[in-house]
């Protein structure tokens, strides 16, 4: 049975020291390079940019990120979640690559996420159903309503593929609806996406941090 260890009041500097320690844990783990998925969207950026101007900071060049979900634009348009990783990871030696590029998809060191108000993590939307026992690690879906703000198809690893993972951490970026969404879901309340992660990951004994 695995645990889940809710942190309130965290702020990115807070989050980008631990996120910097378990890159140095990865790193020890593996001899070779290990891998990282991460959530696009606002919140992720400042904490990035906060680990990289970290002095002393973590090792980039055995590191590998590739997005939770994308946007199915080219990765110069402004809605790319693989074009935001690449401008901010690549200079610092760290290895990108994009969902559609993927040829099988590897375990995770890490899986990071974040969650819509509506329960959401990465593009499984509850419209879209996601199953712990998904036959596929990748799918193309249409959110149903699409989001105002990023109304495209999208690309997204499955609830399988982010439960491959050693640990899991959801940033919640201070919100106190999505933090309300959350307990809801780790007492068993709801239905929604994140509840049916944190279900799986909790059978599999895969630990969960949640940064409120």
């Known amino acids: 049975m695995s645990t889940i260890d809710i942190i309130e009041g965290a702020d990115n500097q807070a989050i980008a020291q631990w ?25 992720p950026f400042p904490i990035l940019e906060g680990l990289i ?32 990783m690449r401008a901010l990871l690549q200079p610092t030696g760290a290895g990108i690559t994009a969902l ?15 969650m819509g108000a509506d329960g959401h993590i990465a593009s499984l939307f509850p419209n879209t159903d996601p ?28 609830l399988p593929a982010l439960l491959m993972t050693r640990q899991v951490v959801l940033t919640l970026g201070g919100s106190a609806e999505k933090a309300a969404v959350f307990q809801a879901a780790v007492a068993g309340e709801n239905d929604l996406p994140i509840a049916r992660l944190l279900g799986a990951a909790k059978t599999r004994g895969i630990p969960v941090t949640c940064f409120t």
């Open 100 to 114: 559609g590029d993927l040829e099988k998809v590897p375990e995770f060191a890490l899986t990071w996420l974040g």
């Open 19 to 43: 996120l910097g320690e378990c890159m140095a844990a990865a790193e020890a783990a593996h001899e070779g390079g290990y891998f990282i998925t991460m959530p696009g969207g606002s919140t």
């Open 131 to 158: 199953q712990v026992d998904d036959a596929q690690a990748i799918r193309r879906i249409t959110p149903d309503p699409l989001p105002a703000n990023a109304p495209f198809d999208r690309i997204t690893l499955t």
């Open 53 to 84: 101007a970290a002095d002393p900071g973590p090792s980039w060049e055995r590191a590998n990120f590739i997005p939770n979900d994308d946007r199915i634009v080219p990765e110069d348009h402004e809605a790319s979640n693989t074009g935001k």
